[in-house]
Antibody, heavy 120, light 110 residues
Framework: EVQLLESGGGLVHPGGSLRLSCAAS????????MSWVRQAPLKGLEWVSA????????YYADSVRGRFTISRANSKNTLYLQMNSLRAEDTAVYYC?????????????WGRGALVTVSS | NFMLTQPHSVSESPGKTVTISCTRT????????VQWYQQRPGSSPTTVIY?????PAGVPDRFSGSIDSSSNSASLTISGLKTEDEADYYC?????????FGGGTKLTVL
Protein backbone atom coordinates (compact mmCIF):
# COMPACT_ATOMS: atom_id res chain seq x y z
CA GLU A 1 0.00 0.00 0.00
CA VAL A 2 1.37 3.41 -0.99
CA GLN A 3 1.84 5.76 1.94
CA LEU A 4 3.19 9.29 2.22
CA LEU A 5 3.51 10.68 5.72
CA GLU A 6 4.46 14.31 6.22
CA SER A 7 5.98 15.62 9.42
CA GLY A 8 7.74 18.69 10.75
CA GLY A 9 4.93 21.20 10.58
CA GLY A 10 4.22 23.67 13.34
CA LEU A 11 4.10 27.30 14.43
CA VAL A 12 6.98 29.54 13.42
CA HIS A 13 7.57 33.29 13.62
CA PRO A 14 7.89 35.39 10.45
CA GLY A 15 11.46 35.17 9.19
CA GLY A 16 11.94 31.77 10.79
CA SER A 17 12.74 28.39 9.31
CA LEU A 18 11.16 24.95 9.27
CA ARG A 19 11.97 21.63 7.58
CA LEU A 20 9.23 19.30 6.42
CA SER A 21 9.78 15.62 5.79
CA CYS A 22 7.71 13.13 3.82
CA ALA A 23 8.31 9.45 4.53
CA ALA A 24 7.35 7.24 1.59
CA SER A 25 6.53 3.55 1.54
CA UNK A 26 4.74 0.99 -0.60
CA UNK A 27 6.44 1.93 -3.88
CA UNK A 28 9.90 2.33 -5.39
CA UNK A 29 10.58 5.85 -4.15
CA UNK A 30 13.74 6.30 -6.23
CA UNK A 31 11.75 5.83 -9.46
CA UNK A 32 9.34 8.72 -8.96
CA UNK A 33 9.58 12.49 -9.13
CA MET A 34 8.03 14.13 -6.09
CA SER A 35 6.42 17.47 -5.36
CA TRP A 36 5.23 19.65 -2.53
CA VAL A 37 1.81 21.27 -2.95
CA ARG A 38 0.28 23.61 -0.39
CA GLN A 39 -3.19 24.81 0.50
CA ALA A 40 -3.73 27.99 2.46
CA PRO A 41 -6.73 28.05 4.81
CA LEU A 42 -9.97 27.96 2.82
CA LYS A 43 -8.03 28.35 -0.42
CA GLY A 44 -7.18 26.16 -3.40
CA LEU A 45 -4.13 24.08 -4.22
CA GLU A 46 -0.79 25.71 -5.09
CA TRP A 47 2.20 23.81 -6.40
CA VAL A 48 5.38 24.69 -4.49
CA SER A 49 8.30 22.61 -5.70
CA ALA A 50 9.32 19.42 -7.48
CA UNK A 51 12.38 17.18 -7.62
CA UNK A 52 13.33 14.58 -10.21
CA UNK A 53 13.47 10.92 -9.27
CA UNK A 54 17.26 10.92 -9.39
CA UNK A 55 17.71 14.22 -7.53
CA UNK A 56 19.26 15.79 -10.63
CA UNK A 57 16.70 18.54 -11.11
CA UNK A 58 14.68 20.79 -8.82
CA TYR A 59 11.91 23.23 -9.69
CA TYR A 60 10.20 25.98 -7.71
CA ALA A 61 7.18 28.25 -7.87
CA ASP A 62 8.09 31.92 -8.13
CA SER A 63 6.50 32.53 -4.74
CA VAL A 64 9.09 30.39 -2.92
CA ARG A 65 12.16 30.41 -5.16
CA GLY A 66 15.24 31.48 -3.21
CA ARG A 67 13.59 30.75 0.16
CA PHE A 68 12.62 27.06 -0.05
CA THR A 69 14.83 24.10 -0.94
CA ILE A 70 13.53 20.69 -1.94
CA SER A 71 15.69 17.60 -1.53
CA ARG A 72 15.38 13.84 -1.20
CA ALA A 73 17.22 10.90 0.31
CA ASN A 74 16.42 7.89 -1.82
CA SER A 75 18.28 5.63 0.60
CA LYS A 76 15.82 6.69 3.30
CA ASN A 77 12.71 6.93 1.08
CA THR A 78 12.26 10.49 2.31
CA LEU A 79 11.45 13.83 0.70
CA TYR A 80 12.29 17.13 2.37
CA LEU A 81 11.34 20.79 2.13
CA GLN A 82 13.58 23.30 3.86
CA MET A 83 11.66 26.54 4.32
CA ASN A 84 13.56 29.72 5.23
CA SER A 85 12.54 33.37 5.57
CA LEU A 86 8.98 32.30 6.21
CA ARG A 87 6.14 34.77 5.72
CA ALA A 88 2.57 34.90 6.92
CA GLU A 89 1.42 34.01 3.39
CA ASP A 90 3.30 30.70 3.63
CA THR A 91 0.74 29.54 6.20
CA ALA A 92 -0.82 26.43 4.70
CA VAL A 93 -1.17 22.68 4.80
CA TYR A 94 1.77 21.24 2.87
CA TYR A 95 1.17 17.99 0.97
CA CYS A 96 3.80 15.80 -0.62
CA UNK A 97 2.66 14.26 -3.87
CA UNK A 98 4.01 11.34 -5.88
CA UNK A 99 4.27 11.66 -9.66
CA UNK A 100 3.46 8.96 -12.16
CA UNK A 101 6.57 7.17 -13.42
CA UNK A 102 8.04 9.05 -16.35
CA UNK A 103 6.39 12.35 -15.46
CA UNK A 104 7.15 15.19 -13.12
CA UNK A 105 3.79 16.89 -12.74
CA UNK A 106 1.17 14.15 -13.02
CA UNK A 107 0.35 13.35 -9.40
CA UNK A 108 -1.22 10.02 -8.56
CA UNK A 109 -0.95 9.93 -4.78
CA TRP A 110 -0.96 12.50 -2.00
CA GLY A 111 0.02 12.50 1.63
CA ARG A 112 -2.18 13.65 4.49
CA GLY A 113 -0.43 16.98 4.85
CA ALA A 114 1.46 18.97 7.47
CA LEU A 115 0.19 22.29 8.79
CA VAL A 116 2.63 25.19 8.81
CA THR A 117 1.53 28.35 10.61
CA VAL A 118 3.63 31.50 10.30
CA SER A 119 2.59 34.02 12.91
CA SER A 120 4.05 36.28 15.55
CA ASN B 1 1.70 31.63 -18.00
CA PHE B 2 -1.78 30.26 -18.37
CA MET B 3 -4.72 29.80 -16.02
CA LEU B 4 -7.28 27.05 -15.63
CA THR B 5 -10.79 28.39 -15.03
CA GLN B 6 -13.40 26.29 -13.25
CA PRO B 7 -16.95 27.09 -12.13
CA HIS B 8 -17.03 27.96 -8.46
CA SER B 9 -19.79 25.47 -7.68
CA VAL B 10 -22.17 22.96 -9.21
CA SER B 11 -24.99 20.96 -7.71
CA GLU B 12 -26.99 17.96 -8.80
CA SER B 13 -29.21 15.26 -7.38
CA PRO B 14 -28.16 11.72 -6.47
CA GLY B 15 -28.23 9.35 -9.42
CA LYS B 16 -27.83 12.15 -11.95
CA THR B 17 -24.82 13.11 -14.07
CA VAL B 18 -22.73 16.24 -13.62
CA THR B 19 -19.94 17.71 -15.71
CA ILE B 20 -17.30 20.10 -14.38
CA SER B 21 -15.39 22.18 -16.89
CA CYS B 22 -11.81 23.45 -16.81
CA THR B 23 -10.91 26.03 -19.45
CA ARG B 24 -7.31 26.84 -20.35
CA THR B 25 -6.84 30.57 -20.93
CA UNK B 26 -3.92 30.44 -23.34
CA UNK B 27 -2.39 27.86 -25.66
CA UNK B 28 -4.17 24.65 -26.50
CA UNK B 29 -5.68 22.40 -23.84
CA UNK B 30 -4.08 19.45 -25.60
CA UNK B 31 -0.58 20.84 -25.08
CA UNK B 32 -0.18 19.10 -21.73
CA UNK B 33 -2.12 16.43 -19.88
CA VAL B 34 -4.92 17.45 -17.51
CA GLN B 35 -5.48 15.81 -14.15
CA TRP B 36 -8.46 15.96 -11.79
CA TYR B 37 -8.27 15.72 -8.02
CA GLN B 38 -11.06 15.18 -5.53
CA GLN B 39 -10.82 16.69 -2.06
CA ARG B 40 -13.47 15.75 0.44
CA PRO B 41 -13.95 18.05 3.47
CA GLY B 42 -11.13 17.66 5.94
CA SER B 43 -9.17 15.26 3.72
CA SER B 44 -6.19 15.42 1.42
CA PRO B 45 -6.64 15.36 -2.37
CA THR B 46 -7.00 12.10 -4.26
CA THR B 47 -6.49 11.61 -7.98
CA VAL B 48 -9.61 10.64 -9.93
CA ILE B 49 -8.35 11.29 -13.48
CA TYR B 50 -4.84 11.64 -14.89
CA UNK B 51 -3.51 12.12 -18.42
CA UNK B 52 -6.84 13.62 -19.57
CA UNK B 53 -8.93 10.46 -19.27
CA UNK B 54 -7.14 7.75 -17.31
CA UNK B 55 -8.56 6.44 -14.05
CA PRO B 56 -6.25 5.29 -11.27
CA ALA B 57 -6.89 1.85 -9.87
CA GLY B 58 -9.80 1.93 -7.46
CA VAL B 59 -11.57 4.93 -8.99
CA PRO B 60 -15.03 3.85 -10.17
CA ASP B 61 -15.89 4.11 -13.85
CA ARG B 62 -18.57 6.63 -12.93
CA PHE B 63 -15.71 9.12 -13.22
CA SER B 64 -14.53 10.05 -16.70
CA GLY B 65 -12.38 12.76 -18.22
CA SER B 66 -12.13 14.35 -21.63
CA ILE B 67 -10.73 17.32 -23.46
CA ASP B 68 -12.39 19.47 -26.13
CA SER B 69 -10.18 21.51 -28.40
CA SER B 70 -13.08 23.58 -29.71
CA SER B 71 -13.74 25.05 -26.27
CA ASN B 72 -10.14 24.63 -25.15
CA SER B 73 -11.34 22.91 -22.05
CA ALA B 74 -11.17 19.70 -20.11
CA SER B 75 -14.15 18.11 -18.44
CA LEU B 76 -14.74 15.78 -15.54
CA THR B 77 -18.01 13.87 -15.76
CA ILE B 78 -19.45 11.97 -12.82
CA SER B 79 -22.43 9.75 -13.53
CA GLY B 80 -24.74 8.02 -11.06
CA LEU B 81 -23.97 10.67 -8.46
CA LYS B 82 -23.64 9.53 -4.87
CA THR B 83 -23.63 11.66 -1.74
CA GLU B 84 -20.02 10.57 -1.17
CA ASP B 85 -19.05 12.42 -4.37
CA GLU B 86 -19.72 15.72 -2.62
CA ALA B 87 -16.30 17.38 -2.57
CA ASP B 88 -14.09 20.02 -4.12
CA TYR B 89 -12.65 19.10 -7.51
CA TYR B 90 -9.49 20.63 -8.94
CA CYS B 91 -8.09 20.39 -12.45
CA UNK B 92 -4.35 20.68 -12.99
CA UNK B 93 -1.92 20.89 -15.87
CA UNK B 94 1.49 22.28 -16.62
CA UNK B 95 3.43 24.18 -19.24
CA UNK B 96 7.07 23.21 -18.99
CA UNK B 97 7.95 23.66 -15.35
CA UNK B 98 4.97 25.87 -14.55
CA UNK B 99 2.31 23.88 -12.72
CA UNK B 100 -1.19 25.31 -12.61
CA PHE B 101 -4.24 24.26 -10.62
CA GLY B 102 -7.73 25.45 -11.34
CA GLY B 103 -9.46 27.34 -8.57
CA GLY B 104 -11.60 24.36 -7.65
CA THR B 105 -15.28 23.51 -8.03
CA LYS B 106 -17.46 22.66 -5.07
CA LEU B 107 -19.81 19.82 -5.98
CA THR B 108 -22.95 19.57 -3.89
CA VAL B 109 -25.03 16.42 -4.17
CA LEU B 110 -28.49 17.10 -2.82
Amino acid sequence: EVQLLESGGGLVHPGGSLRLSCAASGFTFSSHAMSWVRQAPLKGLEWVSAISYSDDYTYYADSVRGRFTISRANSKNTLYLQMNSLRAEDTAVYYCAKAVVGSTYIFDFWGRGALVTVSS
Amino acid sequence: NFMLTQPHSVSESPGKTVTISCTRTSDTIARNYVQWYQQRPGSSPTTVIYEDNQRPAGVPDRFSGSIDSSSNSASLTISGLKTEDEADYYCQSNDGNTVVFGGGTKLTVL
